[in-house]
């Protein structure tokens, strides 16, 4: 059944978007939706009714803001086939002719309205007349003269049983074979019914004849059977139908999932650093399957953003860094099974800060340096290193040598006595990586040996928490992914170790673990976030004394939300400035930029108005005056984008109105006057 509507008079401010067909049983009580998808034009066809039901339909339109309220609904329709007039009768023709009599022959209508014919309408006119007038008699249909039968054809017989194939939840294919004997005429068509399990009637399913062996019959209800059945036709009418196939239930076929990679996709997926990661993979299975995106090696990252269709999928992960590089895995279930694919990513980023980074060799104009490769390259291959030193009493890193080659480096024409800051920075084709830096160093010669050294090794040792490898004490892990931190110890007895975040003691969870080995403290911190950022105080001791220590843990994440309140001032005709506050977290890496938006309060849309704003304020140009708006702000550095806070209304008006010159009008003094004013 097909449904016809307007457009509605009112769009609400709004385009529309879509409309929303919905139907009732007369023997009901709930309105169900009758379209799976938004409807965009002005008429739907509805299927899946059930025959000789009524129903009554209504429509919604619906536009940014929402679903409007329902028109009016239909008067009650009657599910059933539709009859209409049938076709002319085909072959008329003279077969004999008296002084006062014709003898006419035709053969039956092609088509014959969806119902069978009653009976036939002779009309005559006289050559040279324009009207014409009925010649068959009231009573019913003429009896005809005898005829003598030559050449004789009856209806064909039955065709073979159909086959169904291409099952679905609305349709299904069905094929069959010619009869063996046409009767004696040739085959112009077939008829298909079909019959519900539930039913009594047999119903046609189409609504022409049929000249194919084969026809999709349409407008099931899901999860119904049915039985079908043909009958052929020819000049004589329609022979007996065949055996009726098994029931047939109207469902989805089951798929087991598969998953259809791309060629780019199964070799390494390369991605340079702050572009967009996407992943697009077809897929397939009925029932549509379950969709599950991970990463083998980490947590998936909280930026990544998941599409999903009953044809494909993709993932998107927007400013990509070097954290991101890993397997990321594809798993499809449904109730046919399951099946899983891997896509390997590398992010070419510049590399992370190089390891171990030692003072060796310290003399009076000279100091040497030694360390190990990054952990992370970045993707590509470390070309060289760039060492750089800085005076105690500058500011600023200078550089020694741009192009080192080796994991060491000797830096000379040093002052004597002088306090220097030194760092190495690892370079790739990406570009410069981040920096490893020492602790203040004094340039001065050694010392020589002393005589008849002798020493005397003490029974007990006291604790010793050797944090040179850490610079600054400070160790980084990314939000979602797991630390595992070794700290040298020494000391004898073996010591005693306790650690504590904000004066509170730690035990050990299933998160967060720490272990005392006799060489080290070994510290695991499993899927971290943000709260787990800050100092972490160590203490180690044992009957020879107590030492104490402390680790800076940074968690690298997206930043908090900025704070607020967020201040409004400056209110003119056309504008308005904002003021707010950083975020108390800013995910261990500075603030990069503020995202803000606006919004009509008339309407829930957000709209862009910078995402370059490097201030913690800013004037918004070119309102509406008169309008009321309110405004939303995110912080973002290199890991992603914070949650917002929003600003309170603020309606833009000039700051005075009419008459608004009397409101600053007071009594200093006491005394008898009079006062007049024109408006």
Known sequence: MTVCWNRPDTTGGSDIVGYIVEKRDRAGVRWTKCNKRRVTDLRFRVTGLTEDHEYEFRVSAENAAGVGNPSPPTPYLKACDPTFEPGCPTNAHVIDTTKDSVSLAWHRPIYDGGCEIQGYAVEITKAD??????????????????????????????????????????????????????????????????????????????????????????GLTEGHSYEFRVSAENAAGVGKPSAPTPYIKACDKLE???IELDADLRKMVNVRATATLRLFVIIRGKPEPEVRWSKADGTLNE?????????????????????????????????????????????????????NLEVKDVKRNSVSLSWEPPLIDGGAKISHYIVEKREQKRMAFTSVCTNCVRNSYIISDLQEGGRYY??????????????????????????????????????????????????????YVRAGSTLKCEIPL?????????????????????????EVTPDSIKITLRESIAGDSGRYDITASNSSGTTKSFVNIVVLDRPSAPLGPVELFDVTEDSVSLKWLPPAYDGGSPITNYILQKRETTTANWMDVSSAVARCTMKIMKLTTGLEYQFRIRAENRYGISEHIDSPTVTVSLPYSKHSYFASLHMLYFYFCVLSFHL
Request: glycine share 4%; net charge negative.
């Open 422 to 475: 030194f760092r190495v920075l690892a370079v790739n084709e990406l570009g410069v990586g981040l920096p490893a830096s020492t602790d203040q160093v004094k340039v001065s010669e050694a010392p020589l040996p002393p005589d008849d050294l002798k020493i005397d090794v003490p029974f007990k040792e006291s604790p010793e928490i050797n944090m040179k490898d850490f610079p600054h004490n400070t160790v």
């Open 256 to 258: 087991a999932p598969e």
């Open 490 to 514: 020494t000391g004898c007895p073996l010591p005693k170790v306790t650690l504590s975040k904000d004066n509170v003691l730690l035990k050990s969870t299933m998160r967060f673990n720490s």
């Open 303 to 355: 930026r990544a953003q998941i599409e999903v269709t009953s044809s494909y999928t993709m993932l998107v992960i927007e400013n990509v860094d070097r954290f991101d590089t890993g397997k990321y895995v594809l798993t499809l279930e449904n109730l046919s099974g399951s099946k899983s694919a891997f896509i390997n990513v590398r992010v070419l980023d510049s590399p992370s800060a190089p390891t």
């Open 129 to 218: 007349e324009e009207e014409w007038t009925i010649c068959t008699p009231p009573s019913g249909p003429l009896e005809s003269e005898p005829v003598i039968a030559r050449n004789p054809f009856t209806t064909p017989s039955a065709p073979s049983t159909p086959e169904a194939s291409a099952i679905t939840r609305d349709s299904i294919v069905l094929t069959w074979e010619r009869p063996e004997n046409n009767g004696g005429a040739e085959i112009e068509g077939y008829v298909l019914e079909k019959r519900d399990k539930d039913g009594i009637r047999w119903t046609k399913c189409n609504k022409k004849r049929l000249n194919d062996l084969r026809f999709r019959c349409t």
